[in-house]
């Protein structure tokens, strides 16, 4: 089987079983789709390990393989999962926002269908390591940090200088997978993630609030939440473009 080029504005809902079927059904306050793309997109699955296949700043080549289950993507000891970097906060204990929401943008649904066809684009995803506790599902349930991509990154940067975060117990966890990129420096470069962070890379540009870990992460007003989503969709804009360069110049 050829290996499919790669297109930055592929949305990996349209390959995700009966990921529309019955979606404003099942929830008809957010809307809930049939499949999680990070686990049944083959495409994802697939774009993900042709671009994360390369060499890694300590000298050694990352040759990912696909497997099922909690071997995702696996290479030597390491098993890797999809994790989604957008957010939009739609929880339970959100849905009043949410209705507030839904007044300020008119069609709410086409609104919010529109969001996620961008946002499931291959900018708006990573890997991060496999296991109990990993990243992907401690930044979820972290209140402080509430998924969002900003605040993990910062996080990252905080451990590759051994300063402490809310995420400084899983990343250490995981020290050998960051230890793969050597510094901050490298682990963003390698994921595109260059315009989420400053042109030295000692910050990280947050898209809302103080950034240090004293506050509620969540929009507190519907102009913050709409705001907050464009920097978002700025960002997977932005490292889509990264992405679809170094596919052109790799032949990708």
């Not at 204990?93 to 069609?107: L, Q, R, S, T």
Request: glycine share 6%; charged share 30%; hydrophobic share 30%.
């Amino acid at each position: 089987m050829n290996q499919p080029k790669i297109e930055v504005k592929f949305d990996f809902t349209m390959d995700s079983y009966k990921y529309w079927d019955g979606f404003w059904e099942r929830n008809n306050v957010m809307g809930e789709g049939g499949s999680d793309p990070d686990k049944s997109s083959p495409m994802l699955q697939e774009y993900h390990r042709i671009l994360w296949s390369k060499p890694l700043p300590n000298g050694q080549i990352m040759n990912l393989k696909k497997g099922s289950g909690s071997y995702y993507l696996y290479w030597n000891d390491y098993r890797f999962g999809s994790d989604s970097i957008i957010v939009s906060f739609r929880y339970k204990d959100y849905v009043k926002m949410i209705e507030e929401v839904k007044k300020a943008v008119g069609d709410y649904k086409k609104f919010y269908e529109d969001y996620l066809h961008k946002s499931c684009t291959i900018g708006g995803t990573i890997i991060f390591p496999k296991h109990q506790e990993s990243i992907n599902q401690v930044r979820g349930k972290n209140k402080i940090i509430s998924d969002r991509w900003d605040l993990t990154l910062e996080c990252i940067r905080r451990f590759y200088k051994n300063e402490e975060s809310p995420l400084k117990k899983v990343l250490e966890t995981d020290r050998g997978f960051f230890e793969l990129f050597k510094d901050f420096k490298g682990y963003v470069d390698f994921f595109f993630l260059q315009d989420c962070v400053s042109p030295d890379y000692e910050k990280v540009n947050i898209w809302q609030g103080k950034g240090d870990f004293s506050e509620n992460p969540r929009p507190k007003t519907v102009y913050e939440y709409l705001d907050f989503l464009d920097k978002e969709l700025d960002f997977l804009n932005k490292r889509n473009a990264r992405i679809e360069e170094y596919c052109r110049n790799n032949n990708l």
